[in-house]
């Protein structure tokens, strides 16, 4: 298979088991929205994959070809976090220089295009940056290295509405001009619901759904009304959660609707964010 693969990969840090003998596989050309609450394994996950941190068994390969500690490998992948990996006396346009030295498909008058539509300065130092600021830095790099697979955890963190549409828009129109593999990390399930095709959700360091979303919004729908009615509606089906506001409940159901709905209860189609909430409450 052409892509990245992941084989029985675990990872523990002392007393918690971060992963948990996961298998995985990333495609070419395709938008991945890697889905889990705090702590359940994504950067764990994403820093294995590219290097950062060594799983305690497991191999990952693209293409076959083993990935860990194999620059070769290595240089077809870009994560970005969090973490700033350069200098933090450095400029904006200093980095992109030095991004063009080890990404060689780095695109600098990209990179400028993308500083103007975010009015990042690319005169100003890294350290002098906003948290937000820092967010558009780190996506700026990420959209411009040109690499077949880019790995974006928390891409939106600091950014206001605007500069996360902004983000959203420009994310899209470069894959479809120039398809590549996206694995977006993200809480802002809601935001991302229309930009990712496949979902990937993590649990206590195990996959527990890997499925097109669209074949995870078929797979099920909300029924809603008052308590009772709603009882009595699922009793022998598979629910995977309920919530009661008032008087009022929902119930989230694997599976079919009927096709007789009671008058007094109402039907809606599955949402991802809460088929997530529902999937991963413990």
């Known amino acids: 298979m052409n892509g990245i693969e992941l084989k029985d990969i675990s990872k523990k840090y002392k007393n918690v ?19 889990g609450r705090n702590g359940a394994g994504k950067s764990t996950l994403l820093n294995i994959i590219n290097n950062r941190v060594l799983a305690d068994n497991g191999t990952v390969t693209l ?27 450095m400029k904006v346009k200093d980095a992109f220089k030095w991004s063009s030295e080890f990404y060689p498909g780095f695109d600098k008058d990209y990179a400028e295009k993308l500083c103007n539509l975010f009015q990042l300065s690319h005169k100003k130092k890294i350290k002098r940056l906003s948290t937000g600021y820092q967010t558009i830095f780190r996506n700026i790099v990420a959209l411009s290295v040109n690499v077949p ?9 600091g950014l206001d509405a605007y500069h996360r549409d902004l983000f959203y828009k420009i994310l899209i129109e470069k894959y479809a001009e120039n398809p590549f593999t996206i694995v977006i990390s993200t809480h802002l399930i809601e935001e991302i619901s229309n930009v990712i095709e496949n979902v990937i959700i993590i649990k206590n360091g195990e ?12 797979a099920g729908y909300c029924i809603s009304g008052i308590s009772s009615a709603v009882d009595g ?23 079919q609707p009927e096709t007789n709905i009671p008058d007094n209860l109402s039907i809606s189609g599955m949402d991802l964010q809460k088929f997530f909430i529902q999937l991963t409450n413990s």
């Open 63 to 89: 293409n076959g070809k083993t990935a860990t500690e194999n620059t070769e490998v290595l240089h077809n992948f870009f994560l970005t976090n969090e973490q700033n990996l350069y200098p933090e006396g």
């Open 149 to 157: 697979y880019v790995f974006l955890d928390e891409p939106v963190l």
């Open 233 to 255: 509606y699922i009793s022998g089906k598979q629910v995977i959660g309920t919530e009661i506001l008032g008087g009022l409940k929902t119930a989230y159901i694997l599976g």
């Open 17 to 35: 088991q971060a992963l948990s003998h996961v298998n995985l596989c990333f495609k070419e050309n395709t938008i991945y929205g890697l889905l």
């Open 207 to 218: 996959i527990i759904k890997n499925d097109s979303r669209d074949e995870i919004l078929k």
